[in-house]
Nanobody, 121 residues
């Protein structure tokens, strides 16, 4: 069994900051790419940021320069530092990870349950 558990969401004023964490636990042989996605009410889920096992990152244009994605491979944990937050960043943020459970099975994607981020004055 593999679990991804997000934390760190909440209510913040425009211009503020939040740091999201996503901890992977369970039967894990290796983790490849990880990423953050978000879904606002009435909208489709969209990519926010991804990071490879080697630390290469990719960001949505809407968050470039404001969000920083990082990971701690020793802790199987993914982070998203969100600065200069805007009301349009309000959404449920989901963690995603491509995980290989044993050396004998294929990598497959896993999702966390999501954490709410609300940016409002």
């Amino acid at each position: 069994q593999v679990q991804l558990v997000e934390s760190g969401g909440g209510l913040v004023q425009p211009g503020g900051s939040l740091r999201l964490s996503c901890a992977a636990s369970g039967s894990i042989f290796s983790i490849n790419a990880m990423g953050w996605y978000r879904q606002a009410p009435g909208k489709q889920r969209e990519l926010v940021a991804t990071i490879t096992g080697g630390g290469n990152t990719n960001y949505a244009d809407s968050v470039k320069g404001r969000f920083t994605c990082s990971r701690d491979n020793a802790k199987n944990t993914l982070y998203l530092q969100m600065d200069s937050l805007k009301p349009e960043d309000t959404a449920v943020y989901y963690c995603n990870a491509d995980i290989k459970r044993t050396r004998y099975v294929n990598t497959r994607p896993y999702w966390g349950q999501g954490t709410q981020v609300t940016v409002s004055s």
